[in-house]
């Protein structure tokens, strides 16, 4: 009961999050501006974003399954497709639960499939789609570094202005200490965990299941043909970025503002920074971020861009729910289905 407890208050309060950002992001919006930038989009275009949204999906179900190969070679394309939309729409609930869905999908299929020869450990499974996200922020500081060298003077500025700053002003002195201590604190139970692991029953589980992560994360110097998670990374990353050119120029006010490919990826990453923030599923968040970065960056009036970042934000979440309910579906009808 009391984890469920603190499941619901996290929900809870991820949603009050959420719902603060969205007050500010639309408050002092033209609604009759928003309601008319809506109406003459074109969807067509806003279905191509979806289309190149559900191509990432698809290529970061090929990335994962690379890299877990070397510890569940059995394991089929379907199974980590279903698993990563599933994952999708399981963060839109709570944020962050789904990784660790995702990964029950993974071994429950692998332990139908290998019934009698044992399945894969769910912290090794777990490890690699802890390092499959890693990657993901590596790849993020990696297109902040290559927009900086092109644009590095608005875009570097919006930045320090919208994030940084803001965060260092609220950040005191204490909330600083606060950190170090927590830092230090996690140090010395990973260290009590390490020497005390033959002597205390629970240190020895943390230890093994800390053990199983770190092996799963490993998993990718096992990699055979190891250039082609770096082919489906690259894929991932254009096709995001392919999303929002399409959304672009679905909407008139963006298509004849003089946006570039250069900017396009600019608000593909401000887009992606509201997954690091604690709403489910980004809401809010986006709205908020995108918002600021179309009215201070291209002085696109608030309706304006508030329009293209509900638009952005919204079609992906629909392109998350459709995949996401199709996987959980076709994973119900498998679930009794004998081992291909």
């Not at 997954?275 to 980004?282: H, Q, V």
Request: glycine residues 8%; charged residues 15%; proline residues 2%.
């Amino acid at each position: 009961m009391n984890k469920l407890l603190k499941q619901i208050l996290k929900c809870v309060l991820s949603l009050a999050v959420a719902a603060i950002l969205l007050y500010y992001s639309f408050k002092g919006v033209n609604w009759n501006d928003f309601l008319s930038g809506l109406v003459t989009c074109n969807w067509w275009l806003v279905l191509a974003s979806m289309c190149a949204g559900a191509l990432a999906f698809l290529f970061r179900s090929f990335r994962w399954r690379r890299i877990m190969l070397p510890i569940e070679p059995s394991i089929d394309r379907l199974t980590v497709f279903n698993a990563v939309n599933i994952c999708n729409i399981s963060n839109f609930v709570i944020q962050g639960i789904g990784e660790f869905v995702r990964t029950g999908i993974v071994v429950r299929r692998s332990a139908g499939r290998n019934a009698g020869e044992g399945s894969p450990r769910y912290d090794k499974i777990l490890g690699t789609a802890i390092l499959e996200r890693g990657w993901d922020v590596l790849s993020l500081v990696i297109l902040f570094v290559v927009l900086v060298i092109f644009k590095g003077g608005d875009f570097g500025a919006f930045f320090r202005t919208a994030i940084v700053e803001p965060l260092s002003e609220k950040s005191s002195g204490a909330a600083w200490a606060l950190i170090v201590l927590v830092c230090l604190a996690l140090l010395g139970i990973l260290a009590a965990i390490y020497f005390l692991r033959n002597r205390v029953k629970a240190f020895r589980k943390a230890f093994d299941l800390l053990k199983g992560l770190l092996q799963g994360m490993l998993s990718c110097l096992k990699m055979k043909n190891k250039s082609l998670f770096f082919i489906y990374t690259a894929a991932i990353w254009g096709c995001y970025w392919l999303q929002m050119v399409f959304m672009i120029q679905a909407c008139p006010v963006t298509a004849e503002g003089g946006l570039t490919l250069v900017d396009a990826l600019f608000l593909m990453l401000v887009g992606s920074i509201s997954a690091f923030l604690p709403t489910p599923g980004g809401i809010g968040a986006y709205h908020f971020l995108v918002t600021t970065a179309m009215t201070s960056i291209y002085a696109f009036s608030k309706a304006d861009g508030m329009v293209f970042a509900t638009l952005a934000h919204e079609s992906q979440a629909l392109n998350m729910a459709i995949w996401g309910l199709l996987g959980y579906v076709i994973e119900i009808l498998r679930k009794d289905s004998k081992p291909e």
